[in-house]
């Protein structure tokens, strides 16, 4: 089992997924700072607050998705393909029901929270706006997540580094830039929302198109490791 485990678990691209995402992060700060220029300091100041309080949120489901990686991979491994759909399917529920819980929290606190940083109250409304969109999709951004550390543990490299570029890459971008295109300022607020639910869509086409749950990817995989 400990050797499943290291295959399936450790070996299959942790690390280059963890560096991509630090990327990704780092990335995802920038763009909204270069789209925020036009509207002020203030804005500025306050997404920076915004961001590092949603990721909070973002780290809690990162902790509960990720303990899923050595199932996935033994299940995958042993070819239990009915103990595996039962088990996506509750991580599936688990991380929704936690992540409409978070979205509640973060929505209904926005301006306690913001008023945890700062004082004024132009700023406290300002970020308070920002992180009720940053964390109106945080469902979708659990889906994303979960189905990406899915394919990563059953060694699927191709659709899990395209979901870890989407949310907060590729997709992140083309979505931001339609936004703003299109409603200016509040187009920087939903840009990530928008690019939630794309790259949700897009994980669960990939989930459809390379499901490891079926019984040709088990025995394509059996075919392999023989």
């Not at 060694?155 to 989407?166: C, E, Q, T």
Request: net charge positive.
């Amino acid at each position: 089992m400990d050797s499943l485990l290291s295959r399936y678990g450790k070996s299959r691209g942790q690390q280059p997924k963890k560096c991509v995402e630090a990327l990704g992060q780092a990335g995802h700060g920038r763009e909204l700072t270069q789209f925020l220029l036009p509207y002020g300091n203030d804005k500025i100041a306050a997404m920076g607050i915004v961001l590092k309080v949603n990721m909070i949120a973002q780290l809690v489901l990162t902790g509960f998705a990720f303990g899923g990686v050595p199932l996935f991979g033994y299940l995958y491994g042993a070819q239990l393909r009915a103990e595996m759909k039962k088990l996506v399917r509750f991580c599936l529920i688990f991380l929704s029901a936690l992540s409409l819980v978070l979205t509640a929290v973060l929505c209904l606190f926005a301006s306690p929270l913001m008023g945890t940083f700062v004082k004024d109250s132009a700023m406290i409304a300002t970020g308070a706006e920002m992180l009720r969109w940053q964390a109106a999709s945080t469902v979708f951004a659990g889906i994303v997540l979960l189905l990406t550390v899915l394919f990563q543990a059953v060694g699927k490299v191709g659709p899990s580094f395209v979901l870890s570029i989407s949310r907060q890459g590729m997709v992140f971008v083309a979505a931001l830039l339609v936004c703003v295109r299109l409603f200016a300022y509040n187009g920087v607020l939903m840009g990530q929302a928008v690019a939630d639910v794309l790259s949700a869509l897009i994980a669960l086409g990939l989930l459809v198109r390379c499901n490891p749950m079926r019984q040709d990817q088990l025995e394509s995989h059996a075919k392999t490791t023989g």
